[in-house]
């Protein structure tokens, strides 16, 4: 398994931008899709964003598409998600999974790797 430790989080206002990080430590995730994820108080886990190793390919369901953007840096290990045009409904606490089969999935039981979560809170 990798290690995954995701930062960023905090509280925003509605309407502020936020970026997440997500760093791979004690092994690469050389080849492996990554994707993040959420979940709310009482609410299962939801796909927000996944990409390909290779980051040709990315993937977001239309509660934030046009919102977030998922990238990587492989050559650091990090994933990152910058969300845009935050709402209240953003608000959740926000996993990185890391899947070594490269594909992307809106599946949580798809992913090999988990982090421990970042909170992510909009509030005004």
């Known amino acids: 398994q990798v290690q995954l430790v995701e930062s960023g989080g905090g509280l925003v206002q509605p309407g502020d931008s936020l970026t997440l990080s997500c760093e791979a430590s004690?092994?690469?995730?050389?080849?492996?899709?990554m994707g993040w994820f959420r979940q709310a108080p009482g609410k299962a886990r939801a796909f927000v964003a996944g990409?390909?190793?290779?980051?040709?390919?990315?993937s977001y369901p239309d509660s934030v598409k046009g919102r977030f953007t998922i990238s990587r840096d492989n050559a650091k290990n990090t994933v990152f998600l910058l969300m845009n045009g935050l709402k209240s409904e953003d608000t959740a606490v926000y996993y990185c999974?890391?899947?070594?089969?490269?594909?992307?999935?809106?599946?949580?039981?798809?992913?090999?790797?988990w982090g421990q979560g970042t909170q992510v809170t909009v509030s005004s």
């Open positions: 999974a890391a899947d070594q089969r490269n594909r992307i999935s809106s599946k949580a039981y798809d992913y090999d790797s």
């Open positions: 990409i390909t190793w290779r980051g040709d390919i990315t």
């Open positions: 004690a092994r690469t995730v050389s080849g492996y899709s």
